[in-house]
């Protein structure tokens, strides 16, 4: 359970409970479940209705319960690069999944969530996901106003190493679709969705090129599909031309984030470093 306190300001003076706690992010549904929660919403101690007013100096408390059966714990060797109340950042290892599939049971980065978590556990999940082979910060939200608050506005900075010399910097504005009837591939298509890379080249190797890449879209393969249709593929990328002699995967991983914290509002920059493998490659 997370408990958050508010202190009523002057300006909330006479604001119903129900718009104050809209107004800091709280949805619809999750107002519902407070109010069935019992002393989900208390005001000063005592039991408040959300149609109740608040007073300058007030102090607003809100519960919100864990729900849903988390899945089964996995114990293993995983960074955690940032933790408090509410939000969990990890450093997902490259060819582990996030969430388990029929292919992937008790072996995913949300088996190892439920194991570190333990008791906390419940309604966790990762407000994004990476693909299996891609490395890097994966955010996690402890309950369901930290996920509706964060979801769709985490900025991430993602580090690639691609074959040949790529400009200094460049941005890519090309629509993807499916490839075919495949579920997996994607192609650069006019019929497609609108995908939009931005990268900038941070090193140039012997025959390749480290890049860092910023998304504002976020389509399936999407910066693998647009490099390797520039004619710079993903070392390790087999899917889409890539030179998997020095990499068992792709060589992607997402070095930094960057959010507004759900609770307390402020600025959050969170780092780590690159895996072995692509280390190597550089």
Same mark, same amino acid.
């Given at each position: =359970?997370?408990?958050?306190?508010?202190?009523?300001?002057?300006?909330?003076?006479?604001?119903?409970?129900?718009?104050?706690? /809209?107004?800091?992010?709280?949805?619809?549904?999750?107002?519902?479940?407070?109010?069935?929660?019992?002393?989900?919403?208390?005001? &000063?101690?005592?039991?408040?209705?959300?149609?109740?007013?608040?007073?300058?100096?007030?102090?607003?408390?809100?519960? #919100?319960?864990? /729900?849903?059966?988390?899945?089964?714990?996995?114990?293993?060797?995983?960074?955690?690069?940032?933790?408090?109340?509410?939000?969990?950042?990890? &450093?997902?290892?490259?060819?582990?999944?996030?969430?388990?599939?029929?292919?992937?049971?008790?072996?995913?980065?949300? &088996?190892?969530?439920?194991?570190?978590?333990?008791?906390?556990?419940?309604?966790?999940?990762?407000?994004?996901?990476?693909?299996?082979?891609?490395?890097?910060?994966?955010?996690?939200?402890?309950?369901?106003?930290?996920?509706?608050?964060?979801?769709?506005? #985490?900025?991430?900075?993602?580090?690639?190493?691609?074959?040949?010399?790529?400009?200094?910097?460049?941005?890519?504005?090309?629509?993807?679709?499916?490839?075919?009837?495949?579920?997996?591939?994607?192609?650069?298509?006019? &019929?497609?969705?609108?995908?939009?890379?931005?990268?900038?080249?941070?090193?140039?190797?012997?025959?390749?090129?480290?890049?860092?890449?910023?998304?504002?879209?976020?389509?399936?393969?999407?910066?693998?599909?647009?490099?390797?249709?520039?004619?710079?593929?993903?070392?390790?990328?087999?899917?889409?031309?890539?030179?998997?002699? /020095?990499?068992?995967?792709?060589?992607?991983?997402?070095?930094?984030?960057?959010?507004?914290?759900?609770?307390?509002?402020?600025? =959050?920059?969170?780092?780590?470093?690159?895996?072995?493998?692509?280390?190597?490659? =550089?």
């Amino acid at each position: =359970m997370r408990i958050i306190q508010f202190t009523a300001e002057e300006k909330d003076g006479g604001v119903k409970i129900r718009d104050y706690l /809209k107004a800091f992010g709280v949805s619809s549904s999750l107002l519902t479940r407070l109010k069935q929660t019992e002393n989900g919403i208390t005001v &000063n101690g005592d039991f408040a209705r959300t149609i109740d007013t608040l007073s300058a100096g007030d102090v607003l408390v809100i519960k #919100i319960e864990s /729900k849903g059966k988390p899945p089964s714990p996995l114990k293993a060797d995983i960074e955690v690069c940032y933790e408090d109340e509410d939000v969990l950042v990890l &450093n997902k290892p490259p060819l582990m999944p996030v969430h388990e599939s029929r292919n992937h049971i008790g072996d995913t980065l949300s &088996n190892f969530v439920s194991y570190h978590l333990g008791k906390q556990g419940g309604a966790f999940r990762a407000v994004y996901r990476l693909d299996r082979d891609t490395s890097g910060l994966v955010l996690v939200a402890k309950h369901e106003l930290a996920a509706s608050k964060l979801a769709g506005r #985490i900025e991430k900075d993602y580090y690639a190493v691609v074959g040949g010399e790529t400009p200094d910097s460049d941005t890519v504005d090309l629509p993807i679709a499916r490839c075919g009837d495949s579920i997996i591939k994607r192609k650069v298509d006019e &019929n497609g969705e609108r995908a939009v890379t931005h990268f900038e080249t941070v090193k140039h190797l012997d025959d390749s090129s480290l890049i860092r890449c910023k998304l504002e879209t976020g389509r399936t393969h999407q910066i693998r599909v647009h490099l390797s249709h520039l004619g710079y593929p993903l070392l390790g990328d087999s899917l889409y031309g890539g030179d998997c002699t /020095k990499i068992d995967r792709q060589a992607l991983h997402c070095k930094d984030i960057y959010f507004v914290h759900p609770v307390t509002g402020g600025d =959050m920059h969170i780092t780590c470093e690159f895996p072995e493998d692509i280390k190597r490659l =550089m």
